[in-house]
């Protein structure tokens, strides 16, 4: 079993940055792959990116594409969202989440085992 603690949330103005932090408990986070989706209040929960279990592979939502970067560090048990030229519609509570498997499903929620609580990210001037 993998319990997952996101961080990292905060205040930004647009344009601004933030980077994400999830950190997993268990000695099997190298063998899962991760992925980060974010929901907003009134829409439904949204694919933002995910990695594979060796970082060989990375995938994101069409509408993060070029502004957030996915990293692991499996060393350290933690999976990063560095998220670069933020909108006002990239508020939303981000949530990390673990997978058994990486490949054609990985955008979708269903695919994921694990989840953490969620930490909110407001992008407000």
């Known amino acids: 079993q993998v319990q997952l603690g996101e961080s990292g949330g905060g205040l930004v103005q647009p344009g601004g940055s933030l980077r994400l932090s999830c950190a997993a408990s268990?000695?099997?986070?190298?063998?899962?792959?991760m992925g980060w989706f974010r929901q907003a209040p009134g829409k439904e929960r949204e694919f933002v990116a995910a990695?594979?279990?060796?970082?060989?592979?990375?995938y994101y939502g069409d509408s993060v594409k070029g502004r957030f970067t996915i990293v692991r560090d499996n060393a350290e048990n933690t999976v990063y969202l560095q998220m670069n030229s933020l909108k006002s519609e990239d508020t939303a509570v981000y949530y990390c989440?673990?997978?058994?498997?990486?490949?054609?499903?990985?955008?979708?929620?269903?695919?994921?085992?694990?989840w953490g609580q969620g930490t909110q990210v407001t992008v407000s001037s």
């Open positions: 989440a673990a997978a058994r498997s990486f490949g054609r499903y990985s955008g979708s929620a269903s695919n994921y085992d694990y």
């Open positions: 268990g000695r099997t986070f190298s063998m899962y792959a």
């Open positions: 990695i594979s279990s060796s970082s060989s592979r990375t």
